[in-house]
């Protein structure tokens, strides 16, 4: 199993609400990611876990919030988001050491109204 | 910090050969990524060069010098299916498993 899946595929939130973005990789990789994509442009990164220790956070805003509850699971709270946010998140995985092969699973387009 | 440069957009004809360029600026160097992206789809890896060369994976190709700072993607036999983003990516220097990618060059191949 090569796939990382995530879950809504798409989301329409307000700015007061409250939601949750899932990821999931069965590939026994110990490194997971996530990542916003604005159209035409490149992933950024925003988060990465490592053997489910959070090792970088890129100064993203706390209105984000990332968890690992285990090393096949990442979940990404978002609370109070501004139309700004609106975009794609994507979620990868990788083995720990070799991060230049990453996994995408196919993204949640979010949309803040 | 890392920076890395590629054309926006390259146009290409079905059956014809392209090359997408990749310059880069880091503070530290451990070899170069190309990933492909459909719209709407997940970028999906394509290749990796450690080491300068060529190295060859079917109809593509990609190649690195380490001392111009620079590599390529090559695409042979194009077909409508290459229409996609191709990003090109470094691994942080700094660790932690951080990629920082290109700004993307759009293919488009045309019949």
């Known amino acids: 199993d090569t796939e990382v899946t995530q879950t809504p595929k798409h989301l329409v939130m307000g700015m007061t609400n409250k939601k949750s973005l899932k990821c999931e990789q069965h590939m026994g990789h110990r490194a997971m990611y996530w990542y916003k994509q604005k159209a035409k442009k490149p992933p950024e990164l925003m988060f990465v876990y490592s053997y489910e220790k959070l090792s970088i956070n890129e100064s993203v805003p706390s209105r984000f919030s990332p968890e690992c509850p285990n090393s096949s699971l990442l979940n990404l709270h978002l609370h109070a988001l501004q139309p700004e946010d609106s975009a794609l998140y994507l979620c990868?995985?990788?083995?720990?050491?070799?991060?230049?092969?990453?996994?995408f699973g196919p993204g949640t387009r979010l949309t803040v109204t | 910090g890392q920076s890395l440069e590629q054309p926006s957009e390259v146009t290409a004809v079905e059956g014809a050969i392209v090359q997408i360029n990749c310059t880069y600026q880091?503070?530290?160097?451990?070899?170069l990524s190309w990933y492909q992206q459909h719209d709407g789809g997940a970028p999906t890896f394509l290749s990796y060069n450690a080491l300068d060369g060529l190295e060859e994976t079917g109809r593509f190709s990609s190649f690195l010098s380490r001392s111009d700072s620079y590599g390529y993607l090559l695409l042979q036999e194009l077909q409508m299916k290459d229409s996609a983003s191709y990003f090109c990516a470094v691994r942080d220097p700094g660790g932690g498993n951080k990629l920082t990618f290109g700004t993307g060059t759009q293919l488009k191949v045309e019949l």
């Open positions: 880091t503070s530290g160097f451990y070899g």
């Open positions: 990868a995985s990788s083995q720990g050491g070799a991060s230049y092969e990453q996994y």
